[in-house]
């Protein structure tokens, strides 16, 4: 297709216009850009990395952030308010209740993900509260064994 002009103060007025609505589009589309933030999801490891505790790695996640566990049995109440995955690194990791009259864990945050894991002891094992879009996956829920002296 050829665009036809009347007169060359025409053509150059058209020319002159495309111009700066291409400069504007680029500029516009690099602002947005720039705006966009990239963002990837930070992992904390506990057991291995410097959490020794799960609770300690939820409270310096951000939302959208994983944690590994390491194997081992940790004993903790854990409680999560913020849109986080907790997975097992490798093996299946044992949370014992620290309190036998609280929840293992309690989710109190949106989308929430818990895998891989082995929860035992406490009132419930995973309690989920007034929140939406979260899942357990893979886990093991166990009642905790008393052993009585002889």
Same mark, same amino acid.
């Given at each position: 297709?050829?665009?036809? $002009? ?22 516009? $589309?690099?602002? $947005?850009?720039?705006?966009?933030? !990239?963002?990837?999801?930070?992992? $904390?490891?506990?057991?291995?990395? &410097?959490?020794?505790?799960? &609770? &300690? ?17 940790? /004993? ?17 990791? /044992? ?6 009259? &609280? ?16 929860? /035992? ?5 995973? !309690? ?23």
């Amino acid at each position: 297709m050829k665009l036809q $002009f009347n007169s060359a103060r025409e053509s150059y007025a058209v020319r002159k216009d495309l111009r700066v609505w291409m400069l504007a589009s680029i500029l516009l $589309f690099s602002l $947005f850009a720039g705006l966009v933030p !990239h963002v990837s999801a930070t992992e $904390f490891n506990v057991g291995t990395g &410097q959490y020794k505790t799960i &609770q &300690q790695a939820v409270n310096a996640a951000e939302s959208g952030d994983i944690i590994r566990v390491a194997p081992g049995t940790y /004993t903790e109440n854990v409680v999560v308010n913020k849109s986080l995955t907790i997975i097992a690194a490798s093996g299946r990791p /044992t949370i014992r209740a620290a309190t036998s009259r &609280q929840d293992v864990i309690t989710v109190a945050g949106p989308g929430v993900r818990i895998e891989g894991l082995t929860i /035992t002891g406490g009132a419930n094992g995973v !309690h989920i509260s007034n929140t939406s879009k979260c899942s357990i996956v893979n886990v093991v829920a166990r009642s905790e064994e008393r052993r009585v002296g002889k």
